[in-house]
């Protein structure tokens, strides 16, 4: 077997993606402008939701989302433990309480019942996290919350993905994306976020500029030069560059293409590893489609060989990079100190952040760099590596 190099992910860019950057940047207008606004429709249609705000990156996005909802002090905002850590700290920048609940093993998104038992009478909203890809179960979490909880989709991993035939991104009261490079498509830093209240999507568009009433791009084109905007809320600076969106339109445009391979290697993978038992495949969803932002592999720790970080220190000797899933935020340490969470409060997220696994998935890699994948993984089933 001849060594390989494969990294865990790498984002896809060509001759396009160069060629889109030239108008942005001979025109002249590099913030946010046409093109950002080109990108938004094209998103907005792809996910089948009303409006889009294009920003800085998503967790950008789930602080203007949480924000333009009104959370604050005193509010209580429900997140599944096994995340980014960005989908809790969002909830601290607006002065709200992140409340971390469990998540489900086999799917590694929100476990309803752990939710369900946190809810208050101060809970305002709950973050959805479709984790890899893979869409939470929304109807499940809507039915078991009460009407006024609003539920927002941490969408950062799922661009096309669909839950029951409907796209991410308009499933819940708002959703959040992003295109760092370790998502599916990039545009360096960036992020949307999507909903179908024109309200929020109004107030939202306001606070991404300062909480200017009116933006750069009215202002230029208007007949009034002595015109200034309105400042009457508090707001920041979460534009996204039109260099930036003109990169993301060449990409948006290969998403499907992306996820069609994708959803083709996950099949290799499913089928190529189905006899080693010590390691369990990410789960199909059960109705609707995986947009394998990550291929996450669960390490049984009872039937394993090895343990985990010595299996990922064994594929990294033989050039194959690995990574576990994420973290759990209860395990962090600046919210065990800051709220006095224990690492065993919340098992599934606890075992998740433990014994996951992923192995490299993206548009990159060829049939042979997938083989060897598979080989590495069997002579380490065999005892051979
Ligand atoms: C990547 C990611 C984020 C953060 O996205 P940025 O664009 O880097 O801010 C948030 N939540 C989840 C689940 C993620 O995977």
Redesign the pocket.
Known sequence: MTLRRIQISQPSMGEEEWHAVREPLTSGWLTQGPKVAAFEKVFADRHDVAHAMAV???????HLALDAMGIGPGDEVIVPSF?????ANAVLYCGGTPVLCDVDPTTYNIDIASMKSKVTENTKAVIA????GLCADMDGIRAALPASVKVIE????AAGASYKGRPAGGLGDAA?????P??SITTG???MLTTDDAALAERANMLRNHGASISEEQRHQGPQPYLLAAFDELGFNYRMTDVQAAIGLVQLAKLDRFIEERDRRARYYREALADIDWLRHPQPPNSGSHAW?AYVMYVDPKRAPLARNEIMGKLHALGVATRPG?HSVHMLGYYRKRFGHQIDDLPGARDCEQNTMAIPLHNRMDDDDYKYVVDCLKRLDSGNA
């Open positions: 800085t990156s998503c967790t950008t996005a789930l995340t980014w850590v960005a989908t996290v479709h984790l890899f941490d969408a950062a991993c959040c994306f992003s295109f760092h370790r998502k830093e960036g992020g932002q994420t």
